[in-house]
Structures are given as C-alpha cells and as structure tokens.
C-alpha cells in the first residue's frame, strides 16, 4: 500500500491512499480522524496493522484526486501533496555507507583513519536528532540552506517510518540536508548543522514493507538540478548498508521513548562534493525503487 498526505485550500491536511490513478481521501472530521497519524494511533490503540485501518477507511471514501497530477507537483480539486506523515521525532543515521565514512575523514582528517571510520566500524552506530514536523518539508516544497553555512548538501535516504513501538510500517524517500561546512568546522556543532527550517524533506508517499520488502535492496538516485542541467547524478544501493535496520532501530529506542510516527534516516551512500554546495533556485530529486520520487527547490533561509 501506499499513503501519504494532502493539504487542501483551506490548508487543511488529509490522508489519502493510492487507488489505482487516484488518491482516495480518506480523512474522517467528525470521528476527528483526518491526518495520517491519526490513522497510526488508530491502529495502535486497537492492535491492527495500520495497512487494515486505510484498507478499511479506503472501502468507504468517494472524494478522489488524480494520482499524475499530485504526483507532478500539481494540484488536483484543489489539493496538492505535502508531507505524508507529520513526524512526531525525526532522527538520522550517520556513516552507515563505507564511502560515507571514507569521505568524512578524508575531507576532515587529511586521508587518515578519524572519528567517522570509527563510527562505521563500532558496535554504536550514530544517530542524531532531526527534528520534528516543524522542520519538515513534502515534495514540491523547499529545502533550506541555513542563513551561516557557505556549503549545504543534500543527503539522499531510505527513511524508516516508525510507530512508539519501534515497529517499521512503511518506508520513504527522505533529504537529511546538512550544512557541512558547520560541521567540518567542529562535530561539536552537529546540532547546528542538522537541525533547522527545512532541513528534512520526506516522500512523496509512504509505501508499506508488503510492498518494499525489507528494504535492504533498493536502487537510490540522487540528482541535483541547477538551470536545466544535473550538476551531481549520483546512485547507490540500500544492500551498502553497513547495519541492519533492525540495529538502527535498538539503538535508537534503547532507553529513548519515540513518538508514534518518527521518521528514522538511515544514512546517506551518495556523496554532494563542495562543487555541489546547494543555492538558491536549485532542485533536489531523489529517486527510489518502489517508494517515487522525492523534488525539492532549494531555498535560503532568511
């Protein structure tokens, strides 16, 4: 299945499920169950999956949206798609491809063995805070580029999207943007270089493991578009992974409470040089098998 969510003119959100070429909305207002996490509460307070509580919500509904034209970035009854899940938490993953590790101690440590190599190697994986629907952006919408960072990079993801459980109910294609230039500065700065408006973009559509697998194999695309021509084109495959999902998941639940809908990043394999530091009027597309295609502007943040 596949789900995710629109906001309306009002500026209303609702939860819609692909049907065929259409979105169903499937937003209830007078049960007061209307965004996607309010399905996931559902379906956790009552201990069904949440493909059952949509498949069931779905069987009901008659307000339809073009599935292409959503899908472009436009709008359809006067709905477009935004993000399609409101993350509770959204945290990431750091160094889990081997070229990640490489490349960050290359650039920070002249070439030798550093802090990343150890990171990919240890027990510990790294994980980070993100942020929190208030950072977050959906497809079509803009990225940031932090107002004191000089050298803003996408980080093309397979995302995880988690019930309080720890539990994997589907996947997306997520940007950890990052201004590494602050961290290269100190990795004491982390925070300021991962967490602000717009840093997080997720979709365009949540797709469930009965349709992903385990996830463990997808092909990953990342291009970034800069007047007309792709300045960076760049691909790997989740199997390069160096944790399984499972390890993600317990060492971020350990003693650490997440909320029912986090977003869990699980690591970037395709690598933005500083010739690609991201500028305004750019746009980012990430690619994935079986889950779409996630388009970003880039912003400024002012």
């Known amino acids: 299945m596949k789900f995710g969510q629109a906001r309306l003119s009002s500026g209303a959100v609702h939860a819609v499920v692909l ?3 259409e979105f169903v909305d499937i937003s209830d207002a007078a049960r007061g169950i209307v965004a996607i996490h309010d399905f996931l509460d559902l379906a956790l307070a009552r201990g069904e999956s949440l493909t059952a509580v949509l498949e069931r919500a779905a069987a009901g509904a008659t307000l339809r949206y073009e599935a292409t034209t959503l899908l ?6 006067g709905a477009r798609l935004t993000m399609p899940i409101a993350p509770r938490d959204a945290w990431g993953c750091g160094v889990t491809y081997k070229r990640s590790a490489e490349f960050r101690d290359q650039d920070a440590a002249g070439g030798t063995r550093g802090i990343y190599d150890y990171v990919y190697s240890a027990e510990r994986p790294e994980t980070f805070y ?27 993801e397979l995302a995880l999207v988690l019930d309080s459980r720890g539990t994997i109910v589907g996947f997306t294609c997520s940007n950890d943007v990052s201004a590494w230039d602050i961290e290269r500065e100190n990795p004491l700065y982390l925070p ?9 973009a997720i979709g365009p559509l949540v797709v469930t493991p009965d349709e992903v697998g385990s996830g463990m194999d997808l092909n990953l695309r990342c291009r970034i578009i800069r007047d007309g021509n792709a300045i960076l084109d760049g691909s790997v495959n989740t199997s390069q992974i160096g944790r399984t ?3 993600l998941i317990e060492f971020l639940t350990r003693d650490n409470p997440i909320g029912n809908g986090t977003i869990l990043c699980t690591g970037t394999g395709v690598i933005a040089q500083r010739q690609h530091a991201l500028r305004e009027g750019d746009a980012v597309e990430i690619t994935i098998d079986r889950i779409g295609t996630l388009v970003n502007p880039v912003k400024r943040l002012v």
Request: charged letters at 25%; aromatic letters at 8%; one cysteine or more.
């Open 245 to 247: 999902f499972a390890q």
């Open 130 to 156: 993100k942020g929190n629907a208030a950072h977050t952006v959906g497809s079509f919408e803009a990225i940031g580029i932090r107002r004191d960072s000089t050298f803003t990079a996408p980080e093309p």
């Open 72 to 77: 472009a970035g436009h709008e359809s009854r």
């Open 19 to 21: 049907d065929g070429d």
């Open 192 to 200: 300021q270089s991962k967490v602000f408006r717009a840093c997080l």
